[in-house]
């Protein structure tokens, strides 16, 4: 199978590297959530995806889980 | 009787021992094409010749060279192991002829692993067996003074362990490296569609895990946002700033507390804090350290300072590069060397203030047998310097100077502001005595802030509270310094190889220039050999392989059992690769492909701010232009490109007009282009 956002092998739907990304943007969403007091799941997707410090994995991944 | 043959490691060298020796009388020739240097000293006839560094090289007898495992392996006179060694079989037959009129040897190449190598090769290659029987030449300076004392005190047979551990490294080096690059090669051209070398080394696999991993880091990180509080003090019409003492608050309805419970309320100035701290002059230079503060001070990247330092050693202007050393032993004649670079300009009042009082040099803690640390001798440039070695030999010239000078003394203050429960600090430093740093200059680096003038009890209105919303930092790339620093302090590779991996790792592709940006090729090679071959990226197997060699150099350890290991160790690694060639190949070939289309991409387009514009190439005209890859969908942005050199990519726009900026290499200096040819920056006034 194939990762579904850059077809490199994958482990389920996507690679290893995507995966750590997806953990990684999750992860990081109830310390966003404590920073700005509220904060809605697709707010974060997007100001992650926006913001200049995410790395290249976690915006595709932050774009991928907006799509879903 | 015969004559005397000396062997130098580098035709410079060899001049230089020859005009050191005669006094400036030696009469040369050419020996099948090579200078050879020939004069009497007292009762005795010298020769003075030359290798071109290493003549000899480590190969396989096999002709095919897409064939793994090798285990097999002979050392060759280098132009039948490298073609760019050509010239390696003349020096050889040089030699050889050379050789038969001699009755005495005397090995003068670099006194190193590499040096003793070189010279041990040629005495049992080119001159009959003679690496026993030769005596050596000792020296860390191309000077006139310490080339004598070497050749007055001649010594049999004083390298012979470091000569093994040379053997060693090279046998070991090439078993690894030939073997893994042709399992990759292989592997790569089984699925792929074109042939790439696609190597691995034994030491460029774990430098290469470093990059990855900080490249993994940086990838999937994910920016936590904090914020930054700070205070505007005001009394008696002057205002201070100060910093919350918490540096980063993690949520923003804590800071604009902060705010709220300080804005125009009293400040009491409660502990305040002054003192005069010593500062001691920096370790005398070694190569690494050289290495580190010519990338801070210049930017020159750690394998042009090498090459540079390595210039300058062989005109005789400083001591021998290649040292681990961070010392200078009172041998070295701390003084004459200061009375020379007296005698050079811009260091005449420097020089006669530090030879008004005692010198005793700072030392630092690194040691190494065969050379002290790197210094001027103390001889003036015979010839003009270009910029960059007039800036390293600078560069050394001052760190030797400074280790003379006493210490410097900074005067740090800081004090506490608190407000409702709330503490500020602010701080500042100068510099009030500058001691070592007046001769070490520009490169001493301490910054004076200014002092608050603050004392305890005093009262001040809190003016302005400043709340600000920051991002956690995603990790720096590692840059060429910072690479080098790191593979010294996980021992992997020496001061002489490190420089050099690091370049082949931007020449082969896995890693992009400047910006130390592993590429996908870089990570795909990472990835395949951290599943098949996971010892080879580790850093434990190659640290290992280090300290055996030290073993060997000392004396303590066996070369051949040494090697027994590394083939036992790689046969099991390579075999699994073997097993897995197509997968590996396909994830290389597809990351190749995604490196290479990835070089043509410039940024996004900032016309449509869907696409990405590219370097294309007409198909008519054969000419490149930069073209958006949403022409499809009717973008026409497009932009005309200089037709030589190479255009490469800075990740970078345009301030005024927010294109692509690309750098053009080839020819002269690279310049920056911004693509855009209507860009409001190009027009004239």
Redesign the interface.
Known sequence: MKCLIC???AVSDLC??HT??RD??K??YP??V????RMEWKDYLDN?KR?V??????KEIAEFLQGV | MGYTLVICEKPDAARRVSDALSGGAAGSSVVEGAVVYRFRRGEEEFVVCSAQGHVYGVSDPLEERSVYPVFDFEWYPSDLVDEKSAGAANRIVAIRKLASGASKFVNACDFDVEGETIGFNLLRYACGGKEGAALRAKFSTLAQEDLSRAFDHLELQAGQGRARAGRARHAIDFVWGVNLSRALSQSALSSGHRYRTVSMGRVQGPTLEFLGRRE???????????WKVSGIFKKDGESLTAAYSREKV????IAEGVRIACLRKEAVATAVRKSVVQVGPPAPFNIGDLQKEAYKSFGYTPSRTLQIAERLYLGALISYPRTGSQRLPPTINYAGIIRGIGKIPGYSTDAAELLKGELKPVQGSKSDAAHPAIHPTGERPRRALDASESAIFDLVVRRYLAAFGPSARREIADASLVVEGHEFRVGGGRTVFPGWMKYYGRYAGYRDVQLPSVSEGDEFLTSEVVVEEK????PSRYNQSSLLEKMEREEIGTKATRAEIIATLVSRGYVGGDSMEVTDLG?AVL?MMAKYAPSVVGTRLTRDIEEKLEDVECGSGEEAALLRETVRTLAGQLAELGLNEE?VGR?ID?AQMKTVTRSFVLGGCPVCKKGELRVVRSKTTKKRFVGCSNYKSGCRASAPLPQRGTIRATAKSCERCFWPVVYVLGGGRPWRLCVNPDCPGKRKS
């Open positions: 077809g490199r092998e290893t590297y750590e990304a990684k943007v992860g990081a310390l966003w404590k920073a700005y007091g992650v913001n410090q995410t790395g290249q994995w976690a | 993994r880091e940086i990838r999937q990180f994910i920016p936590v946002p904090y993690e949520a923003k309805a991002f956690e930092q995603r990570l990835e997968a994830e597809s």
